[in-house]
């Protein structure tokens, strides 16, 4: 019986284990997404700055073109401060959904004990309650026995006592 609840506990355990292999994927999955378009952001802001000491080098004097790179730039860098508090937010976010998965698993699984420990109490008692109900049934046959054997002595007895007694066939007593 303990090999059961050994048994039913680690499939229990290992569904557990595997639901939580699953979603720490998916994560891992979300943050390689994350990571990638982050250094995409970081290689095109590498590429534009690269393309603007390209264009200061060409055209040096010319205001004009420095100042329109100047404020390409400024775009650039306040699209990439919005991209970062995005991924910021995101992050976060992807933080506080862990944290709540931790607490509800953790919740789950506190509940499971309980009730594992509530069969384990049940399963008991029902093994009690079964075995003293064998033992009784036990002692019934054991009572069933001996009165059956009582009572074959009985009737050995009674036929072999039968046997002793002359029977009346009618020739006995008066002649008619």
């Known amino acids: 019986m303990k090999e059961v609840f050994k048994t039913i506990l680690i499939v229990i ?3 557990v ?3 939580f292999a699953y979603q720490f994927g998916k994560v891992n999955d979300r943050m390689t997404v994350l990571n990638s378009q982050d250094s995409l952001q970081n290689i095109n802001v590498e590429s534009f700055d690269h393309a603007v000491h390209d264009l200061n080098l060409q055209f040096v004097g010319r ?9 390409a730039l400024e775009k650039h860098g306040k699209k990439l401060d919005r991209t970062r508090d995005q991924f ?3 992050i976060d976010s992807l933080g506080m959904l862990l944290g709540e998965f931790k607490m509800n ?9 309980s009730k594992i420990s509530d069969i384990s109490e049940q399963l008991t008692t029902n ?6 109900k064998i033992l009784d049934n036990r002692d019934l046959i ?3 026995n001996r009165t059956m054997k009582q009572l074959d002595t009985k009737i050995k007895e009674l ?6 007694i002359p029977a009346d066939d009618g020739k006995s007593g008066k002649r008619r």
């Open 13 to 15: 355990l290992a569904g």
């Open 17 to 19: 284990s595997i639901y």
């Open 63 to 71: 205001g004009h073109h420095i100042q329109e790179f100047q404020s």
């Open 88 to 90: 910021d937010m995101k």
């Open 105 to 113: 698993t953790e919740t789950k699984l506190a509940q499971l004990d």
């Open 127 to 132: 093994k009690r309650e079964a075995d003293r």
């Open 142 to 144: 054991r009572k069933m």
């Open 159 to 164: 036929k072999k006592t039968k046997m002793d």
